[in-house]
């Protein structure tokens, strides 16, 4: 329970406190949202959380075609950019998702993406926009596709003392997420289905969260969509192959046989959203 | 703490209420601690203590926060407003004034952090929001006797006033 607490000022300094501690000995704290609770439940137990809270990645910039969403950035910051609902309503609808306003006012993207949950309502339209991740660590930057960091459950690829920076996903993109879960707010989906559609060929990109362990896009049911505006038979096939596709989980929130029945529904009519103005 | 290195017990300052206060903490202190344990304000609840209820919600700049999920260190410097301090604000009185005479309170144990979260929306997103977004808005926070349909006309009241 007890650690100390260090609030570096610069990128550098962060990942130097993160990379040079042992093993398990420093944790990064963005919202501590994810962590706090960890901690409290005994599932990690770190001596010194290094504060992500001074350093300057609570922004939010368009550049060329893409939105740059800072790693650090409080959820409900992004939520309440007035251009979101319009340009990206898929990321709109996920990040309304998260828990609550107040949990919003301090969670962040870095923190969800880094704590790589199942069921986070983030993971899966980020996969559908195919976002990228900036990080900084101890032999410098690099930008990778999300698939390339999720590793698993509270497991991903960054080495250690390796921090997310930023989060990159075009700046606007017809997109929906859907979801299910037993209360609307501050509980934790059951399925969660992204879809984006993108201007070019291949023009959907669909995703799956709260099935696996780790969230992930549907190259087969992408490949059913090869249309921009795809008529009911193939929105029809492509929910039966969303509900057919590799075995879901079965836990205390939700019986495989139910997800299969979420996921076709919720495919459906995430798809009617985006291609019926 | 400030600087890179902890010390484990270090000073810090808070607007708490409006008045300024100097305390020291543990850097692993979360604010809702320090409010009901170290400045004696009651008034903020423990409720679930993983982010989950509402009852501990507390303005922090002016942001509903969830204090049991947050460190009083990483919100040193900065304006904290509790329920006991929310009257001051005039949004905030409306908020009091509407649950009481609506009866928005059974056991009472959820309100303060009703009464907080609900004026920090409304000061958020002014009034011009829809009744409907105010109370999905209010999700976050659980009523355990679930007296929600006063606390509907008493936000649906404060949202026809404040507008
Ligand atoms: C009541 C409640 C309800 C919730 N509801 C939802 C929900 O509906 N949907 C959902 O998806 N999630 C939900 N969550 C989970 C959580 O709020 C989110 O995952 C949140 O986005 C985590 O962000 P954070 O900034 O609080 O992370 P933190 O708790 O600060 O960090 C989480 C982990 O990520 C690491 N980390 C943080 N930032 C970085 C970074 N920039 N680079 C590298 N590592 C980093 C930390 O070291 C830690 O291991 C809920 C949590 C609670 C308590």
Known sequence: ?277 | MTGGEGTGNAALALTVNGRRRRIRAPDAERLLDTLRWRLGLKGTKEGCRSGGCGACTVLVDGRSTLSCLTLTHEVAGATVTTVEGIGRDPVGRRVQAAFARENAVQCGYCTPGFVVALTGLLRERGPKLPPERLLEDLGGNLCRCTGYAAIRRATEAVCREVG
């Open chain 1, 1 to 277: 329970m007890a650690f100390s607490l260090a609030v570096p000022r610069s990128p550098a300094e962060a990942v130097r406190l993160l990379a040079d501690a042992p093993p398990g000995g420093a944790e990064a704290l963005a919202g501590g949202t994810d962590l706090l609770l960890d901690i409290d439940a005994g599932r990690v137990a770190p001596s010194r959380l290094i504060s992500l809270g001074r350093l300057p990645w609570r922004t939010l910039r368009r550049s060329g075609g893409d939105l740059v969403i800072g790693a650090t950035l409080p959820l409900r910051d992004l939520e309440r950019d007035p251009r979101l609902p319009r340009d990206l309503p898929g990321l709109y609808r996920a990040v309304r998702a998260v828990g609550s306003v107040a949990l919003r006012h301090r969670a962040t993207m870095g923190g969800n993406i880094a704590r790589s949950s199942p069921s986070s309502d983030l993971l899966p339209i980020l996969l559908a926009l195919e976002a990228r991740v900036r990080l900084v660590g101890p032999s410098g930057p690099r930008e990778l596709p999300l698939p390339e960091l999720l590793k698993g459950p509270r497991e991903t690829t960054r080495v250690p003392g390796e921090l997310i920076a930023a989060i990159v996903v075009p700046a606007r993109r017809p997109s929906a997420y859907l979801w299910q879960r037993v209360r609307p707010s501050n509980d934790i989906s059951q399925v969660g289905v992204a879809v984006a559609r993108r201007e070019r060929p291949p023009y959907w990109r669909v995703a799956l969260g709260g099935v696996w362990p780790v969230p992930a896009r549907l190259s087969s049911v992408e490949a059913i969509l090869d249309s921009p505006d795809p008529g009911d038979i193939a929105v029809e096939l492509a929910a039966q192959e969303a509900a057919r596709c590799a075995p879901f989980v079965t836990d205390k929130r939700a019986t495989e046989a139910y997800r299969r029945r979420l996921v076709a529904t919720l495919l459906r009519r995430a798809l009617r959203e985006v291609t019926v103005p």
